[in-house]
């Protein structure tokens, strides 16, 4: 299931292009749950790109520095060894 959230959202449609209207303050949240496929491939020469699929199809990309990717998975080794969630 992929839930989508737009704030302060107004774009303008017009003989089939999309134009940002109003301010530029529009934020976005995205939640993804039952994902059935995760992977991680390169994406460009600095970057590792996450991919995440639910059920349905709907995808989520996130492109990470080889840094940022460290820190994820330091924190996912240390949930394995204190959490509950890994027993």
């Given at each position: 299931?992929?839930?989508?959230?737009?704030?302060d959202?107004?774009?303008?449609?017009?003989?089939?292009?999309?134009?940002?209207?109003?301010?530029?303050?529009?934020s976005?949240?995205?939640k993804?749950?039952?994902?059935?496929?995760?992977?991680?491939?390169?994406?460009?020469?600095k970057?590792?790109?996450?991919?995440?699929?639910?059920?349905?199809?709907?995808?989520?990309?996130?492109?990470?520095?080889?840094?940022?990717?460290?820190?994820?998975?330091?924190?996912?080794?240390?949930?394995?060894?204190?959490?509950?969630?890994?027993?």
């Amino acid at each position: 299931m992929l839930a989508l959230t737009l704030e302060d959202f107004m774009v303008e449609v017009n003989d089939g292009s999309i134009k940002n209207v109003g301010p530029t303050n529009k934020s976005a949240e995205v939640k993804m749950f039952d994902v059935e496929t995760a992977e991680a491939r390169e994406f460009g020469d600095k970057r590792v790109k996450l991919v995440f699929e639910d059920e349905d199809g709907s995808e989520i990309q996130v492109s990470l520095f080889p840094d940022d990717v460290r820190k994820l998975v330091d924190d996912i080794e240390t949930m394995e060894e204190e959490s509950p969630v890994f027993e």
